[in-house]
Structures are given as C-alpha cells and as structure tokens.
Nanobody, 125 residues
Framework: DVQLVESGGGSVQAGESLRLSCAVT????????MAWFRRSPRKAREGVAF???????VYADSVKGRFSASKDNAENILYLQMNSLKPEDTGMYYC????????????????????WGQGTQVTVS
C-alpha cells in the first residue's frame, strides 16, 4: 500500500524557518513525481512545490525564493525547506504522489496527484 507520512510542522514567528518531511513507502519513489500542497481556512488547497522524479522543481509564485523542495532517494523522504515564513504561509501542508497513468493538469494542480498524506500543520504568527 502507498503511504505518505508528513512531519515537521509547528508554530513559529514570522521570518523563521521550518523543514517539513514526507516519508514515503509502497512505491518506486525515485520514479515518481511528487508535490507539496497546503490548505488554509480561507483558501482551497493550493500547490506549493512540485518535484519531478529526476529532481527538477517548480514553485508557486507566493513561495518562490523562500521554499525549496528536495528528495533523499536513499531514505525515501521528500523535504520542504521553508524560510522567511510569513503569516500567510499558515495552513495544513500535504505531500502528494503522482503514479504513472494519472492525468496531467500541471505540477501544482491537485488533480494531477492520486495519493496524499494526512498533513502537518504550520502556523506562522
């Protein structure tokens, strides 16, 4: 079974940093595109960062230059390094995977992804 388990969320002050992790089991991690999404109380779930199977990345304009996605292929862990956090970054953060054969709507569109973690909360004040 596919499992995605996020961790690393917390409450921080504006300007501080957090690193989120997503532990991946149940599929060929190195051959799968993945992404980070977030949902806040006043917004629909939005794509934050997309990373291809070979490590290429795409970021939402709102986090470009502040967030960085990476993969540890040896440990099957996806990371999201978040720097210079702002209150508007507050939300539940999810990692998602895109198995082969799922329709393509863009790397930051949730319709492109099939499997999701349970989320980890980030609060910036």
């Amino acid at each position: 079974d596919v499992q995605l388990v996020e961790s690393g969320g917390g409450s921080v002050q504006a300007g501080e940093s957090l690193r989120l992790s997503c532990a991946v089991t149940g599929f060929s991690y190195t051959k799968t595109d993945m992404a980070w999404f977030r949902r806040s109380p006043r917004k629909a779930r939005e794509g934050v960062a997309f990373i291809t199977d070979n490590g290429s990345t795409v970021y939402a304009d709102s986090v470009k230059g502040r967030f960085s996605a990476s993969k540890d292929n040896a440990e099957n862990i996806l990371y999201l390094q978040m720097n210079s956090l702002k209150p508007e970054d507050t939300g539940m953060y999810y990692c998602a995977s895109r198995p082969y054969g799922v329709g393509w709507y863009g790397g930051l569109d949730e319709r492109s992804f099939q499997d999701w973690g349970q989320g980890t909360q980030v609060t910036v004040s």
